[in-house]
């Protein structure tokens, strides 16, 4: 048995297709069905079922499978930790994030002091980051919804109050509070349907009985601030400070307008020089009071 018959079975495993794993390993297909045939006699039962043209995972491939993912994960991370004897500078983190915003300013300090460690940041759902955790693909999450799983660790590292945003000269602008279910007439800025922040948003409205009026949604927290500027709507908007003569930001009052961000990790899995490292410089960074970042 070779690590390589491991490697390529892992991956047949999760397509369920010949074709298509032979072309993410790209390798042919012949020799891919040949690989896995050799396989299948070493262990001594098959791991797949096949209809005609197709395979399917069977129980007994499903429990291989599982032990070949817990022992290519451990073989990955002792190669993290001999590489690392070499020094951070060595190093390289796989980060999964739902927003950018935020991170711009922490990832170039960062980078600046450890120029050699290298960054991989994947923007994802939730769902996603959960997945790419688990499986070992990401060494940690930053995110503004709480993932529930047994096997994560997580640290609130950033917290702050939802506004209600409206342009210079509105109606509200001189107001000191605001209730949501005040703004069912108004026309609001909003984010796309499957946006993270969205689906935090919509809770709230719910919870305030109202159903707000859409003129438009974006892709991108920017966009938000400018169309709110622009006149063309009032939005939810969060921020840690803010000075803007067109924007005006009121409290909320009902309901509680709130999030938090997280770093997410793995508590079974190795965490590797590098990424702990980048763990602790995140803790330290939003500590500062000074921080300046609006979304």
């Not at 070493?42 to 797949?48: A, C, E, I, K, T």
């Not at 980060?95 to 950018?100: G, I, V």
Request: charge should be negative.
């Amino acid at each position: 048995m070779e690590l390589l018959q491991l490697r390529y079975f892992q991956t047949v495993a999760k397509m369920e297709h010949m074709t298509r794993a032979s072309q993410e390993l790209h390798i042919a297909q012949p020799a891919l069905s040949k690989t896995i045939a050799r396989l299948e006699a070493d262990v001594g039962v098959p791991l797949f079922d096949r209809y005609g043209g197709r395979i399917r995972l069977n129980a007994f491939g499903k429990l291989y499978l599982d032990k070949v993912d817990r022992a290519l994960r451990l073989l990955e991370e002792g190669q993290k930790e001999v590489l690392e004897l070499a020094g951070l500078e060595q190093g390289s983190i796989h980060l999964a994030t739902s927003t950018l915003d935020l991170l711009s300013d922490p990832l170039s300090r960062f980078i600046e002091r450890f120029p050699d460690v290298n960054f991989k940041i994947s923007q994802v759902s939730p769902d996603e980051m959960i997945q790419l955790v688990e499986d070992g693909r990401a060494d940690m999450c930053f995110t503004a919804i709480a993932l529930e799983q047994p096997f994560l660790s997580q640290v609130t590292v950033l917290s702050e109050d939802i506004y209600l945003a409206v342009p210079a000269g509105h109606r509200l602008s001189d107001r000191t509070s605001v209730r949501l279910s005040e703004l069912s007439g108004e026309s609001f800025i909003g984010y796309k349907e499957d946006f993270i922040f969205q689906k935090m948003y919509d809770q709230y409205f719910r919870e305030a009985g109202i159903r707000p009026k859409y003129v438009c949604r974006v892709d991108e927290p920017p966009a938000v601030a400018s169309l709110v500027r622009a006149g063309i709507g009032v939005a939810l908007y969060g921020c840690r400070s803010a000075q803007d003569s067109r924007l005006t930001l009121i409290p909320i009052t009902e309901p509680q307008c709130r999030r938090d961000y997280r770093l997410v990790w793995h508590n079974k899995q190795y965490l590797s020089l590098a990424a702990s490292t980048f763990r602790e410089f995140l803790l330290d960074y939003f500590k500062d009071p000074g921080l300046s970042t609006a979304l």
